[in-house]
């Protein structure tokens, strides 16, 4: 077990702009506000959506692709480091229009349509993504 404590942080929220790519738009905000260690939780909605599924027997990411507005119901991640750069690990829960849920780890290539955002910074964390050989993963190793 790996256990981090934080002594404070920032809490910001926010709106991103309709038209742009929710992942790139996180990571900009978070390089930009230099946090690297945080929680994130988001609404909204997309105009379409790709996410991926990690098949845990071929340990491949599988891609899915939603090319319809969607809602978000629900989005969260964590922030933390890799590669020595802040990252952003999101997963995001999306209805269609019949109410059903769909959703999967969030990838380049979701458009907001609108996006509500708090983050909350863990200031104090140190947390790294590095390749871990049992799940083949990029998970927090120290
Ligand atoms: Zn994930």
């Not at 690297?36 to 990690?54: D, P, T, Y």
Request: proline share 2%; hydrophobic share 45%; net charge negative.
């Amino acid at each position: 077990m790996l256990v981090k404590e934080s002594t404070g942080g920032r809490k910001l929220m926010g709106r991103f702009e309709h038209g742009a790519d929710l992942l790139q738009a996180l990571e900009e905000l978070v390089e930009k506000e230099g946090i690297k260690a945080g929680a994130l939780s988001l609404i909204g909605a997309v105009q379409e959506a790709r996410v991926a599924f990690f098949d845990q027997a071929s340990k491949e990411y599988k891609t899915i692709e939603f090319p319809a507005s969607m809602e978000i119901l629900s989005c969260i991640g964590n922030i933390s480091l890799k590669d020595g750069k802040p990252f952003a690990h999101v997963h995001i829960v999306l209805g269609d229009k019949e109410g059903r849920v769909w959703g999967g780890h969030l990838l380049p290539g979701t458009k907001i349509f609108a996006a509500e955002f708090v983050i909350e910074e863990l200031e104090g964390v140190h947390l790294e993504r590095e390749y871990d050989a049992m799940t083949s993963l990029a998970l927090w190793q120290k």
